[in-house]
């Protein structure tokens, strides 16, 4: 018996149908496999980085993705402030549960930890430093000096104030004060050594050079100086030589003015531009300033700042319960990785800080 050929448009038809299945296995097989790709922990910044932004090439952070949990004394469902920088935050973490006092000032990183540097809010004269060591992924407490005191030269113990820069480098953790200078044991937060700072030199920032210099900054005018904050530069083999318990302006290398209301240094390349970039704020602004007198938006309240190879972690004092009870602030995260690759798309200032 003759075989009966098949319509034309049949033969075309079963090819495609038989593509068309073996498409559709293919994309249910990727789908149920399970991957090696790191990227793929749902955990990891990659996993979560969404389509790039005008600002950055994270995704933006909101209140459900910060780490740690918020202080009691802030409301539970309130939504971050959006800002003119927010597309640029790629995590964020809050201070550790119980450190409700706590004012933080200063910031160093290393790895997966952080140490915060500040105050405990009271009466003048009585702001006493707290040192705190915490894990960058879950903003647990790792470890904590509640008082740091320590002799300067054999001198009666003198207890730190208002601590404010923070930085950290193979000789240990630098913590700087308006009139001392401290170096603590990063892992057991022991006093190592405590220089007097002798006036006009201030520690109300510090920051590390490359090329094995310290800066110490001046917010405040001081009384030998009136109307000039600086940078003074000293070399740290100099403040490390035995015997040396003071720094003084003839020690310093080199003194550079610094713009006002400089909260906060580190030294850093964005942008193309290499050197100190200052974190100019007060609890409702924040701008950022680097090489050349560049400024951009930046966080409201912005302190200290720590360069990674993952960007710059950013701590901002704006929910601290001191500055928060007095109403009107902007909702920041403690701490807060910001994307610096595209800082030259950051919008420019629309606060001033001295305003």
Excluded: N
């Excluded at 005191?149 to 480098?169: F, I, K, N, Y």
């Excluded at 700042?305 to 009107?328: C, H, I, P």
């Amino acid at each position: 018996m003759a075989a009966v050929a098949a319509p034309q448009s049949a033969l075309v038809l079963r090819p495609v149908l038989l593509l068309a299945l073996v498409l559709v296995l293919v994309a249910l097989s990727a789908c149920t496999t399970p991957s090696t790709d790191p990227g793929a922990d749902p955990d990891s910044d990659r996993a979560r980085a969404g389509t790039p932004t005008d600002l950055s090439g994270c995704r933006p952070v909101d209140s459900d993705r910060v780490r740690g949990r918020a202080p009691a004394y802030l409301p539970g469902d309130a939504p971050l402030t959006t800002l003119p920088v927010s597309d640029a935050v790629c995590a964020a973490v809050w201070a550790p549960r119980g450190t409700g006092a706590f004012v933080p000032q200063g910031v160093a990183v290393r790895g997966r930890t952080a140490w915060l540097t500040g105050y405990d809010e009271g009466q003048p004269g009585a702001l006493w430093c707290r040192v705190l060591r915490m894990d960058l992924r879950t903003g647990r407490l790792l470890a904590e000096r509640a008082r740091v005191e320590g002799s300067v030269g054999g001198a009666p113990t003198v207890g730190c104030r208002h601590g404010g820069g923070a930085a950290l480098d193979q000789h240990g953790l630098w913590l700087a004060e308006s009139s001392r200078l401290w170096l603590l044991d990063p892992d057991s937060l022991e006093v190592l050594r405590v220089w007097r700072l002798e006036d006009p030199v201030q520690g109300s920032f510090t920051v590390l050079a490359p090329d094995g210099r310290i800066g110490l900054g001046r917010f405040r005018p001081s009384r030998v100086h009136p109307g000039r904050a600086a940078l003074d530069w000293f070399r740290l083999s100099d403040v490390l030589a035995p015997g040396v318990t003071a720094l003084d302006p003839a020690d310093a290398v080199s003194s550079r003015k610094v713009p006002s209301h400089a909260q906060g240094a580190v030294w850093a390349r964005m942008g193309g531009r290499t050197g100190v970039w200052f974190a100019r704020s007060h609890t409702r602004c924040g701008v950022l300033e680097g090489p050349g007198g560049v400024q951009r938006s930046f966080l409201p309240g912005a302190e200290g700042m720590a360069a990674t190879s993952d960007g710059l972690w950013v701590v901002s004092e704006s929910s601290a319960r001191a500055f928060w009870s007095q109403g009107g602030r902007p909702l920041v995260p403690t701490l807060s990785r910001v994307d610096t690759s595209r800082v030259r798309d950051w919008p420019r200032p629309a606060c001033d800080p001295a305003g």
